[in-house]
């Protein structure tokens, strides 16, 4: 699987694709939000499951009910396909 | 359970009787390091569990192996003796 960069047009429509994602210093971004804690965690332990098959982890930042996970590909220095495949099955 | 929020004197001595905790900003943070991202989410979910047992819940940054705890006591303005308790509850 690729992990290259890509460029700022190609992420651009990679991002057109999704909702709620936003770019923001080389990387992509979303906050969820949940009734309580208790829900915030269970997204939490789906989004690590899916992490775990791609081998490719977001930061994730849990405030009570509020998710915030943090896409790209550190590797390569920048955005690559991997995040925005990660970002599509975790909102699929 | 009182919920006041305690003075600079009363903070540096909680704050003396627990390990890797520092002051920042008006709140008590501490960085685990984990081999992986797998163990980096069990010791979340542990505590999750404390969290939801005191019904008091810090901040979570999760960045693949390691895990950032932020605590403070949102409705005291600042750092209260539940913010030390769980503290002390997840080191325990």
Redesign the interface.
């Known amino acids: 699987m690729s992990a290259e960069k890509l460029s700022d047009t190609e992420i651009r429509k990679a991002l057109n694709s999704l909702q709620g994602w936003e770019l923001q210093e080389g990387e992509i971004r979303k906050l969820y939000k949940f009734k309580d804690?208790?829900e915030a965690?269970s997204f939490?332990?789906r989004v690590?499951e899916l992490?775990?098959e791609a081998d490719h982890?977001p930061?994730?930042?849990?405030?009570?009910n509020k998710v915030t996970l943090t896409l790209s590909t550190h590797s390569a220095g920048g955005l690559t396909v991997k995040d925005f495949q990660l970002a599509q099955k975790i909102d699929g």
């Open positions: 804690f208790k965690l939490v332990n690590a992490a775990e982890h930061d994730i930042l849990i405030r009570y």
